[in-house]
């Protein structure tokens, strides 16, 4: 009996632990509840914007498998390709890569020469890492090149494609064909899906950008559902607009640390910000938030803030970036302003922040405990009244899937998770150099929220 006893009692923390994971996301905490899902027809949906009254706007591809003259087509022009890509790097980018090398290898002995022995005695393997930068650079390309090619041949071929929109009261109706010849390629095993097709809203809904692959984005006025041209921005993702849609920032075409931003009433460019005073010479930008106030920029060890009163930055030192991003390598996730700009909110490799972005002044804070089973990745939005953050989280799976959850701030717990199940995730948020926009937007009154699928599949959800 008394064994029964004390193992009943051994049972009690384990069972209120998992009382306490249970209800993160009980049901009755969730936020949002799923309304309807948007599909195409023997196609599938990757960009897509979600208007203030639950009306969703997107680009759709209608696509089939390639033939197999097609994926010979392909793979032939893959090959010629490669052979000419090859032979530039052997005659040209490798050789100076060995160079290269060869000097950091030098460099990095002279300095080890000069420091204890316990460091010295580590010569031997910086000096070979070293030099094996090129070894490496060929081997890495050997292994890409099946996947690459492969990945490449089997894509499917886009028959038609356009930009469509999705009232709540009457369904589907076109508002852009495109020309699948001119923008996909004259020959059908030219055309795969693309991805420099962004699209995105103004705040009220009056406004679309739509960006291409030739660093072009053009502005659509949405009136009496259909679209009307008004103007051509020379410039590239990220585009956003401030809390009412008052201003938008572009990123510039040819600069990947400058940005130009625009008055949104008459396209008027307000004013331009270089990051370089900031930043540092190659900022690698993660996230941008714009407010009627300041525009803040973050990345890769830096967060600036450009005060539009007087054009200086704002920037935290080193031991506040730190304190927000971690260290070594502070990394800035997402940005959102609040409606006010009184409130900087800020995801980061260390945990979610809220600061005044004219102080820097840490308001509240959620480290993250070691081992925690999610990330502060991409920021979606923050709820008007600052209580809840969406955000999107990339690594619970392979492939680059993402999942959502809503973040309760002052109660720091997470009240419910969306695309958790295989099959049913959001799309990416994660690749190389690209900018990509958080597969989940929201109303800016947080009435509805759409996320888009890895299947290609849209969600429309509405506030409980």
């Known amino acids: 009996m008394g064994r029964t006893k004390r193992s009943l009692l051994f049972l009690v923390p384990v069972f209120m632990v998992f009382s306490l994971l249970s209800s993160e996301v009980s049901g009755s905490d969730e936020l949002f509840k799923k309304v309807t899902e948007i599909r195409e027809k023997e196609g599938y949906i990757r960009k897509a914007v979600l208007l203030p009254e639950g009306n969703v706007a997107y680009f759709h591809e209608v696509t089939r498998p390639p033939t197999e003259e097609e994926k010979a087509a392909r793979a032939k022009w893959f090959d010629e390709q490669w052979e000419a890509f090859r032979k530039e790097a052997e005659k040209k980018g490798i050789p100076e ?11 990095l002995e002279k300095q080890i020469s000069q420091q204890p022995p316990v460091v010295r005695s580590m010569q031997p393997f910086f000096s070979a890492a070293a030099r094996g930068i090129p070894m490496l650079m060929r081997l890495a390309l050997e292994m890409a090149l099946p996947l690459a090619r492969r990945h490449f041949i089997n ?5 038609a494609a356009g930009l469509r929109m999705w009232y709540q009261d009457r369904g589907r109706a076109d508002l852009l064909q495109v020309d699948v010849q001119k923008l996909y390629g004259g020959e059908t095993w030219m055309r795969v899906p693309l991805e420099e097709i962004n699209l995105r809203a103004s705040p009220d809904g009056r406004y679309l950008a739509l960006e291409s692959a030739e660093e072009a984005i053009v502005i659509f006025e949405l009136k009496g559902g ?3 041209p008004i103007a051509q921005i020379r410039g590239r993702s990220p585009i956003g607009w401030s809390h009412g849609g008052r201003l938008m920032f572009v990123s510039k075409a040819a600069r990947k640390d400058s940005f130009t931003v625009f008055s949104t009433e008459d396209l008027r460019e307000v004013i331009s910000v270089g990051l370089i005073p900031c930043s540092g010479e190659r900022p690698i930008v993660r996230a941008v938030a714009i407010s009627d106030r300041y525009l803040a920029v973050g990345g890769g060890n830096f967060l600036c803030v450009y005060r539009f009163m007087d054009g200086s930055f ?7 970036l730190r304190r927000i991003g971690g260290a070594p390598d502070s990394v800035i996730w997402g940005l959102a302003f609040s409606p006010d700009s009184r409130l900087l909110y800020i995801t980061s490799a260390r945990g979610f922040f809220v600061i005044d972005p004219s102080t820097f002044a840490v308001l509240d804070e959620y480290v993250l405990p070691a081992g925690a089973g999610f990330y502060f990745d991409t920021l979606a939005g923050v709820s008007p009244d600052g209580h809840y953050a969406a955000v999107l989280h990339g690594r619970e799976r392979p492939h680059g899937w993402a999942t959502l959850f809503f973040w309760d701030i002052p109660g720091k717990r997470i009240l419910q998770r969306i695309g958790t199940r295989e099959g049913q995730m959001l799309d990416t948020i994660s690749s190389g150099f690209r900018f ?29």
């Open 97 to 107: 890569i060995e160079r290269k090398s060869e000097e950091i290898a030098k460099e």
């Open 155 to 159: 894509q499917p071929v886009v028959t």
């Open 226 to 228: 259909g679209l009307s």
């Open 314 to 320: 704002l920037q935290p030192d080193r031991r506040t």
């Open 436 to 464: 990509i926009y958080p597969p989940a937007t929201l109303t800016e009154d947080w009435r509805f929220l759409l996320v888009v699928r890895q299947d290609g599949i849209l969600e429309l959800y509405r506030r409980r």
